[in-house]
């Protein structure tokens, strides 16, 4: 199946400050979601992208899919952003393959 | 729109013992899947339904493992017999169409299983 890379592994921010979190995949897609994880563990769809960009409020993505890669932004942080973020991309099964994740802690 | 539910949402059970999990997916939402998350990893497929019918089960460790989704609808998931290695969170979702290119996953509040 694909890989799915996912960097950095863990993040600790201040609130207000702006991240990047970085998913590498290992052949083409057609369907990348972002996730994200809060700490009572609900999965929530961030994205659908397997291609351009998308902004929703203080969160945007950008995939380069020539390229195998995802970026997900976060600006001006808030401790409402804490939790885990997931980058999942559809293999050849038609269901999603998740990465290990990316745990962010946003301090106040 | 009511999500996807599944119940229970804590389960303490003795290895060797059995356990089921049930999912409601969203309302017509024809493709279900069973996700196992070890803690501090990401999610895992352990099988796929379009309607009723099993799409992939691959990683479905099936000497202990079984699921059904009569009728289309619900789904449940079944343990038997319990390992140490089970201990997970058990994630049910779903989407619109299988493998659509905007047909994004919902996933449900899942159900923590431990195993002692």
């Known amino acids: 199946g694909i890989q799915v890379e996912q960097s950095p592994p863990d993040l600790i921010l201040q609130e207000g400050a702006n991240s990047t979190l970085r998913c590498n995949f290992s052949?083409?897609?057609?369907?990348l979601q972002w996730f994200h994880q809060n700490p009572w563990g609900q999965l929530i769809n961030l994205f659908y992208?397997?291609?351009g960009t998308k902004q929703n409020g203080r969160l945007s993505a950008t995939t380069v899919a020539t390229e195998r890669y995802s970026l997900l932004y976060i600006s001006s942080s808030q401790t409402t952003d804490s939790g885990v973020y997931f980058c999942?991309?559809?293999?050849?099964?038609?269901?999603?393959?998740f990465g290990k994740g990316t745990s962010l802690l946003v301090t106040p | 729109e009511a999500g996807v539910a599944q119940s229970p949402r804590y389960k303490i059970i003795e290895k060797r013992q059995s356990v089921a999990f049930w999912c409601n997916p969203i309302?017509?939402?024809?493709?279900l899947y069973w996700y196992q998350q070890i803690l501090g990893q990401g999610p895992k497929l352990l099988i796929q339904f379009q309607n009723n019918g099993v799409v992939d089960d691959s990683q479905l460790p099936k000497d202990r493992f079984s699921a059904e989704r009569l009728k289309g609808v619900d789904s449940t998931l079944k343990i038997q017999p319990a390992k140490l290695e089970d201990s997970a969170v058990y994630l049910c979702?779903?989407?619109?169409?299988?493998?659509?290119?905007?047909?994004?996953?919902?996933f449900g509040n899942g159900t923590r299983l431990t195993v002692t």
């Open positions: 052949d083409s897609v057609n369907n």
């Open positions: 979702a779903s989407s619109q169409q299988r493998g659509s290119y905007n047909s994004p996953l919902h």
């Open positions: 309302s017509g939402h024809a493709t």
């Open positions: 999942a991309v559809l293999d050849s099964g038609y269901a999603l393959n």
């Open positions: 992208i397997p291609s």
